[in-house]
DNA sequence: TTGTTAAGCGCAAGAGTGATT
DNA sequence: TAATCACTCTTGCGCTTAACA
């Protein structure tokens, strides 16, 4: 167990099993031509002191460090923290290490930073989920043109390897959703500008309503987090503006907007439909279950780290792949109704729940105390 | 920019600069006496070849890598994301790298097969987030003797160094609040047996429950998912134990809980209360908005982090520190009801709704029409 | 076929060398 | 003469990869 002292290194083990540290060397990486029993020797040796290579030394002499770097967004946030557990998973069963370094906050300064920090650790290549304009990628890529790099957040017409999810094609899928229901009053809460998936949004939703010769009636920004969508949603709200459908820029935002309806008396999707982007694990579970679009970031990361590969390979594909998302139609999206209908459907809603509570169905709360029935 | 060609080194930019690589040593480290003028040139040098020190080297030269290594769950479930977070924001600031290993299931062995991995890498301390029986992490920091390591869901009186939250405060918090509450009969969803802190959880709860002569009436198991907590809340209900009080396991679990029972007509609080565990960034948006038990994530992040650091510097503290998680008390719950009375306050909630919805405050709905009004 | 010797990856730390006060 | 100061030389961290016996 060695406990205390220093950890052992090759030529300890070559001085135990009677070799030269080279031919320890072969037996573990498994590679030139050694005798069975000096191979048993050394594997004997290896298990007496409890050898473990060391991955610097690796990586320095093999000028290949085994390791790979994700520069990301704050990985408390939904998308960036299921990004990094497909993509460790990915690189974990190809032998690489992950190495994470938080981007605080937008814009090239603080990617170019995060980037150097992992090329100083002589990452074998970097992801980079950080939004960047066209012009800043290419220029990251410039920068650090030592490294492989493939991104995650740039617009599609970068020249830079990228791996992206169709951003602009799941805005296009929502806001044809609302249209097609009938629609025509549409309001958008959307993410921060710097956001460069949330252009690609803008401009799908944008694109739609063009088509059918509608614009957005009223936009907010929010954060993507839940307590933002909740304030925008009152913004919109408070500003007098009507809407009977209302795209939202992820599905946290969206808690936020369905409670601040709910609070006000209004009825998702009776007065107002809601559509998410993401499609979180809670999505499928909110009052009412979420219409939303969803987003495979298990196979992003896959492809992300694929690319990668492929970039260390040495193939050089230069390539944009992009991931589609697809819409999954919930509860929280209807045809647009009066406000007549609505208060309509809300006593019929009444009616029949008492109804179903009668004596043929009686709640649990009821069940408490038999001696009351 | 050194575009294509080999990255820079020490002995390139001390012979551009005319002096040696020492010196050049000297001057990026900031230690040792350097003149002025050398200083400068050294410098310049250092900024046109682009110079970024090797890390592999330094951490091989140095016999410290500069980085701390992450054995952690699924890091895309809640806590783990959020820790994550709050460790490499403190690791950054500290001038080291985080490397990040997920730990796949429960179990000593795949716990060891994690911090093995960082170990070759030679990260100078370990934080362990994942669930460890007293004996396990124990048996674990003698298998990593010459690593230090802060484990972070492992029964507080481990024999190890540990950054823990205090689960059974959290969860006495929670079942004190309902049983002051004047709930008697009180069910729970808890998480997987394998975890540690959820031992720790349902210890409280049925602590406080016997305190007060009250046993569970009865549980499920979750797996932290809101599917989970939707299935085992369906599960609770077509038992047909009866309870008016429900401890569940996580927020997550419990959002699929209040649509379970929102789908069922049972009004929350009225019927039953509900109380979560974590105070995620929903919680307070929810529908209605969750009582919960607030765990301060990155406070336990830094605080970790300080530890391992303290480690770092030789003070041998082998102590645990217990961050205390605080209730939140919000709309779910509330004191237990009979059927009648719920009833009663919906009609009443409707009545309200109605009114307020009258003339003086039209919704939304309606001002889109204005020629009908 | 097995094995050995030697050089070097990029850097840091200690001993050593001239200068300047 | 002695004491700095500014810098250089040398060695080695643990490993891999030729070239060689």
Redesign the pocket.
């Known amino acids: 167990m060695n406990i205390g002292g220093?950890?052992a290194?090759?030529?300890d083990v070559a001085a135990l099993a009677g070799?030269?540290?080279?031919?320890v060397?072969?037996v573990?990486?498994n590679q030139?031509?050694?005798?069975a029993?000096?191979r048993v020797r050394v594997m004997e040796a290896v298990g007496q002191l409890n050898y473990v290579?060391?991955r610097l030394?690796?990586g320095?002499?093999?000028?290949r460090s085994q390791s790979i770097g994700f520069a990301t967004n704050d990985i408390s946030l939904h998308a960036p923290s299921q990004l990094t557990s497909a993509i460790e998973g990915a690189a974990r069963s190809a032998g690489l290490s992950l190495i994470v370094s938080i981007v605080p906050g937008y814009g090239l300064g603080n990617v170019t930073q995060a980037v150097r920090a992992l090329k100083e650790r002589q990452v074998d290549g970097v992801l980079i989920n950080a939004s960047l304009s066209s012009a800043d990628a290419e220029e990251v890529a410039r920068r650090f043109s030592d490294v492989p790099c493939v991104f995650m957040d740039v617009p599609p017409g970068a020249a830079v390897n990228a791996a992206l999810l169709d951003q602009y094609h799941g805005a296009v899928l929502a806001a044809r959703h609302l249209v097609e229901l009938g629609h025509t009053r549409i309001a958008c809460i959307h993410a921060p500008e710097g956001a460069v998936a949330e252009h690609s949004r803008m401009q799908g939703w944008q694109d739609v309503l063009r088509e059918h010769g509608l614009v957005l009636v009223a936009q907010e920004e929010g954060d993507w987090s839940p307590a933002s969508g909740y304030r925008a949603a009152v913004a919109l709200l408070a500003s007098g503006l009507s809407f009977t459908g209302l795209l939202v820029g992820n599905d946290q935002m969206a808690v936020g907007v369905l409670r601040a309806l709910w609070e006000r008396g209004l009825n998702v999707p009776g007065d107002i439909s809601v559509i998410g982007y993401d499609d979180t694990a809670e999505s499928a579970l909110l009052i009412p279950p979420l219409t939303t679009v969803r987003q495979d970031f298990p196979v992003l990361g896959r492809r992300a780290f694929g690319h990668l590969g492929a970039l260390l390979d040495d193939h050089d594909p230069q390539t944009t792949t992009l991931t589609r998302p697809e819409l999954v139609v919930r509860a929280s999206t209807a045809p647009p109704r009066s406000g007549e209908h609505v208060r309509l459907q809300e006593a019929l809603q009444l009616l029949q729940r008492h109804v179903r509570e009668g004596p043929g169905h009686p709640p649990l709360a009821q069940q408490e105390r038999p001696g009351e029935r």
Chains 1, 2 share one sequence.
């Open positions: 220093k950890a290194t090759l030529a070799v030269s540290q080279q031919t060397s072969r573990v990486n030139g031509p050694v005798a029993r000096t290579p060391n030394a690796q320095l002499a093999r000028q």
